[in-house]
């Protein structure tokens, strides 16, 4: 069976991961990897997570099985941490998935069987893995512009133009907040017209939040998500807990079906649940259940909440150091987008022979399109690193 095989191409991302694991140089500086780092290089276990495990450990007396969609609770804690009263809990389905990656598979899997000529509308640039999932699962995707590369934000005008041609029953896929891989989000009115392109073209917005907290803090990075679901009779949200909780290993995310009410949230609540009972059957519930135990309890939520407002402090002051230090090299602010831009990732307008250029002459890894991820920064990194950028692009 195995002798006609060809291994499928390397993720990026990943081949980053092993160049910088065998790179034996003690000065290397992993800018690639999407996972939150300390001034010290490491990603830590919040302590709101330590406790909230603690008390967990103390008082849960089974190990069985949930449910297939996973546990009510946090279904709930979850919807509240990302809709807020947008809309009301009788019009929502949810489903517990495997991370947020598990969360975009089950939607878009539920989107192949419902309505598979359905086209999939993905921002230019966007997360490698959406593309894939779409691929695999023979979906049509089609590109809309997103991001001005010259004036590092959005393309507002190319973005609602190339949108107004989706059609009743498409999906089109939005970042909630800190774009991956740009750092270039949505603005409040921006929001306010894409709700206008959903009434006149009967698609379906479809907004994977992967990094809530991490860009202006948390009601405000989901501001958008809300005003859109307030306005649109349907809608699909993909949601992770690995950045803001920090549960990366732990697996927890979710799907949240925007339905009317009655019969229409009940069949989308059926069906995601079949769907996990045809892939892994029964979500991971610790990490689940670490993240309801924050939610629900306020001494818990309050410390949690203070954890990645530290986190967030610190990239947004990264990414002011970092600019800073660019135009002190350059003698120009083309790189002030970098300070203006919010979460772990900003895009650098390099090559892939000048990202191969940091890494090979300045032990400076980045993903092969300029991804760029500003967590992995610290105070003694910035400047050399600025420094390097700045030789490469001489």
Known sequence: MFETLTPPPQDRIIDIMGLYAADARPEKVDLGVGVYRTEGGRTPV???????EARILQAQESKGYVALAGDAGFHAAMRGLILGDAVTPERVAACATPGGTGAIRQVLEMVQRLTPQARIWVPSPSWPNHAAIIGHLGLTQVDYRYYDVDAGGVDRDGMLADLAGAKRGDIVLLHGCCHNPTGADLAAPDWVDLADVFAATGAIPFVDIAYQGFGDGLDED???????????????IAASCSKNFGLYRERVGIVLAVTDLGQARAAAAAMLAHLNRQSYAFPPDHGARVVETILTDAELTAQWRAELDAMRTRMTANRRTLAEALRAETGSDRFGFVAAQRGMFSLLPVTEAQVAQLREDHAIYLVSDGRMNVAGLTAETIPRVARAIAQVLA
């Open 222 to 236: 989901a501001a958008g998500l809300r005003s859109l679901a307030a306005r649109v009779p349907e809608m699909l």
């Open 46 to 52: 919040m302590a709101a997570v330590k406790a909230a």
